[in-house]
């Protein structure tokens, strides 16, 4: 009996050892043959997946930027340019038009009872131009019913992004939290109560054409091109209730496929009359873990399945919140979707931010950042990476930057966390490639993301979240090697550019770019 435990002991180590890829004696890395602690490994024939870009949510702010103001410079600057970080994907919100009807006042101004003021959106809608004789579809359709100038500064500030000199726009995406309020059961854009089903299957249709108004008014109206229109927003939230602290709607996973094989429709017509090809982007959802009961992220996904358009879906949009450093609940999506699949749908990330109160301006919540991205990158495949709010106001700690929401003239002041997206968006392309990268034997908080461009260059970025500098030992192989530092003291600020050597000394609480060229 203890002979049969030693040799079933000794196949479950081989087995890991051949899991993990050990060719020779178990513990040794043939990609590290000298076994070197903190050793960079870098398989740039090993490719993954190609980046699609990074961006960043203009959601409840951007309606606050005075048109033509040094704010609105200073903001499309730091954001969507060279001189700023360089991010190419714009995330307009499609407001449900909550600031018409200041649901926050029916509870007294300042009570967070429904949501706070600065979570209020405008509509394009005209409301009182509602003729209660028509359908809703009818009174959604007629272009006589919206005014744009509702959401001018909004709408206007996006415009500048992507038409400024040097703007590295490259994809605009429109998304919406809820439907307008006059299409929704309870007359909010959140539920009477939690889980409530808030858009009727009577008012897909009006829903559709709110859509497309707005998505019209972009192409057509201020000339943009427009990637994808994101109709719903994590779906399998409550939204609903007292507590619901913004817009919001919940929708089951059989309604959610059911109203977007509605809105598929609208988009393909939509596209046939304006020889544009904007997609559908699904779902938006709110975590990806396929073992949490409240997630349900494989029945919505499975509901969709159902409809012929499936077939067409090449990418899923996911958020990070539910289980931002977890390992297992991004491999584990990634099987069950490929499993059931193949390999022809990517993901995207499109929504995170810290969840914390008060502003944090250090390196803390700037190496958690870093920790999320690579792990997105690394374990869920991702192809582009999004943080919510560009910006916040005050000590609120959703932004990347901070700025006095509606000032003229306000700072602009970046948060380290906004450094640290720089040190990824700033050097990494679109159509750039992920590659096999990571440290070995690495120390505490030491890991790696690792890039390839066109040209053979590839992009490291590595973070130290560790207490203590850490040499890290390079491959061989490079000839020059560049250097970009965020850190305490440094704000994405070149620190080398030289020659290759052997090792690179990353510093306590840091996160570097580093280029490395043959």
């Known amino acids: 009996m203890m002979k049969k435990r030693t040799v079933f002991a ?54 606050t930027v005075p048109v033509g103001s040094q704010s609105a410079t200073d903001l499309a600057e730091s954001l969507y340019s060279e001189e700023g970080i360089a991010l190419s994907i714009y995330r307009y919100n499609i407001g449900g038009g909550s600031w018409d009807y200041n649901a926050y006042n029916e509870h007294g101004a300042g009570d967070f009872v429904v949501f706070p003021e600065y979570r209020n959106t405008q509509s394009a809608f005209i409301a009182d131009n509602y003729d209660e004789s028509l359908s809703a579809a009818e009174n959604f359709a007629d272009p006589d019913n919206y005014d744009f100038s509702k ?30 309020y006059l299409l929704t059961v309870s007359g909010k854009t959140n539920g009477d109560y939690a889980y409530q089903s808030n858009l009727p299957a009577e008012n897909y249709d009006a829903y559709c054409e709110y859509l497309i108004k707005y998505l019209d008014y972009v192409v057509n109206g201020l000339g943009l091109g427009v990637e994808a229109v994101s109709a719903i927003n994590e779906p399998q939230h409550s939204w609903g209730g007292e507590n619901a602290p913004q817009e919001g709607c919940h929708y089951e996973p059989k309604e959610l496929a059911a109203f977007y094989d509605k809105f598929y429709g609208y988009l393909k017509e ?10 559908m982007d699904v779902f938006e959802s709110g975590n990806y ?45 990634v099987y069950m979707l490929n499993n059931l699949y193949g390999d022809r749908i990517n993901i995207e990330m499109s929504e995170i931010c810290y969840m914390e109160a008060g502003l944090d301006d250090g390196m803390d919540s700037a190496l958690w950042l870093s920790e999320v991205m690579n792990k997105d990158f690394v374990n869920l495949g991702a192809r582009a990476w999004c943080w919510w ?76 979240a560790g207490k203590s500098a ?18 305490a003291d440094k704000d994405l600020e070149q620190v080398y550019d ?21």
């Open 270 to 279: 939509f596209n046939e009359a304006n020889g544009t090809n904007v997609k």
């Open 289 to 333: 873990d396929v073992y949490k009961s409240k997630g349900r992220v494989m029945e919505y996904i499975y509901a969709m399945s159902k409809y012929d358009w499936f077939e067409e879906i090449d990418t899923i949009s996911v958020h990070s919140y539910g289980s931002p450093v977890s390992v297992e609940a991004r491999e584990s999506f």
């Open 151 to 180: 959401d001018e500064n909004a709408l206007e500030f996006m415009k500048l992004c992507a038409t400024q000199e040097g703007s590295t726009v490259e994809r605009i995406i429109l998304f919406a939290n809820s439907p307008h």
């Open 389 to 464: 709010m560009a910006t916040s106001c005050d000590d609120y700690n959703d932004g990347i930057v901070t700025w006095m929401w509606g000032s003229e003239n306000g700072e602009v002041r970046p948060t380290k966390r906004y450094w640290v997206m720089g040190n990824y968006s700033k050097f990494v392309d679109t159509g750039d490639k992920r590659v096999e990268g990571y440290v070995d034997n690495a120390s505490d908080g030491v890991f790696a993301t690792v890039f390839k461009k066109a040209d053979g260059r590839i992009v490291v970025v590595l973070t130290n």
């Open 498 to 518: 030289g020659n290759y050597g052997t090792t690179y000394n990353a510093p306590a609480g840091s996160v570097t770019t580093i280029i490395l060229s043959k």
């Open 10 to 63: 000794i196949c479950i180590v081989l087995s890991l050892c051949f899991t993990l890829g050990v060719a020779t004696a178990c513990g040794e890395n043939p990609a590290n043959p000298q076994g070197l602690d903190n050793y960079l490994v870098i398989d740039a024939d090993k490719e993954y997946q190609s980046v699609t870009g990074f961006g960043a949510s203009a959601a409840w702010w951007a309606q």
């Open 470 to 487: 850490t040499d890290i030992n390079l491959p061989a192989g490079y000839a020059t090697l560049q250097a970009w530092e965020t850190s």
